[in-house]
């Protein structure tokens, strides 16, 4: 399970593993980042996908690629309204999650 929090200048995500007792947080901080600005809003995307790496290192390729894609997401929608619109614009007006799908 993972619950996401927003904080002032940096999103705050928890990651709870399926059947493990503890919690771990993983903060991504974005207020020294100009979201707004294409090189801004690619390093903001490479440390969401550094966190969601490490949260979400199951061992498991599709569960890893789920969850990682979930984490990703998340942290996008948990951005501030002004950071949020700013980093669409930078990214052309529109945000892509790349989710797999199970083909089974």
Do not use: H, N, W
Not at 21 to 50: K, P, Q, W
Not at 65 to 88: H, I, K, N, S, V
């Amino acid at each position: 399970m993972i619950r996401f929090v927003a904080a002032t200048a940096a999103i705050a995500v928890a990651v709870l593993s399926a059947g493990a007792a503890s919690a771990s947080e993983f903060r991504v901080a974005y207020g020294d980042l100009d979201l707004a600005s294409s090189e801004g809003a690619a390093r903001f995307d490479l440390r969401v996908g550094r966190a969601a790496r490490a949260a979400c290192a199951t061992g498991s390729p599709l569960a890893d690629a789920r969850c990682q894609g979930q984490f990703r997401a998340e942290a996008t929608r948990l951005l501030p309204d002004g950071p949020r619109a700013e980093y669409a614009r930078a990214r052309g007006g529109r945000i892509v999650v790349r989710t797999p799908t199970d083909q089974s």
